[in-house]
């Protein structure tokens, strides 16, 4: 019986070790020479000058979220083009009902200001 988890344990040592390996390989065989350049703290190539726990403007998210939004859209639109002919009109009427509540998403977005930037 234990025999058959044998091929499982193989696939696990070797997955951590094509996990582990590189990281370890490059920690011992790379150039340990630290100096003020390396260890100064960088936050788009100038210090940071106020408080990590500051509030940041919430438009900043708005963004981030609507383009995983239309990143995603696009994820679903290639595979249902591909296959469009095989799902006939269900699939294309089921594709442009998905469209239609992200135009309306999109254009309540923009109505909020969501897209304005100062």
């Known amino acids: ?3 058959n988890y044998l091929p499982i344990l193989v696939f ?8 582990v ?10 150039p340990q020479r630290p100096n003020s350049a390396k260890l100064s703290p960088y936050e788009c190539g100038f210090e940071a000058f106020e408080d990590s726990r500051m ?10 979220i609507l383009f995983i939004l239309f990143d995603l859209e696009i ?6 083009a591909v ?3 095989k799902l006939g009109w269900f699939g294309f009427n089921a594709m442009m009902v998905f469209l239609g509540i992200l135009v309306i998403g999109f254009i309540y977005e923009w109505k909020r200001g ?5």
């Open 1 to 3: 019986m234990l025999e």
């Open 12 to 19: 696990i040592a070797i997955g951590i070790l094509f996990g």
């Open 21 to 30: 390996g590189p990281m370890m390989a490059g920690y011992i065989l790379s």
């Open 55 to 64: 509030a940041f403007d919430v438009r900043y998210y708005l963004v981030a």
């Open 75 to 80: 994820a679903f639109l290639f595979p249902w």
């Open 83 to 85: 296959v469009l002919n």
């Open 114 to 118: 969501a897209l304005e930037w100062e």
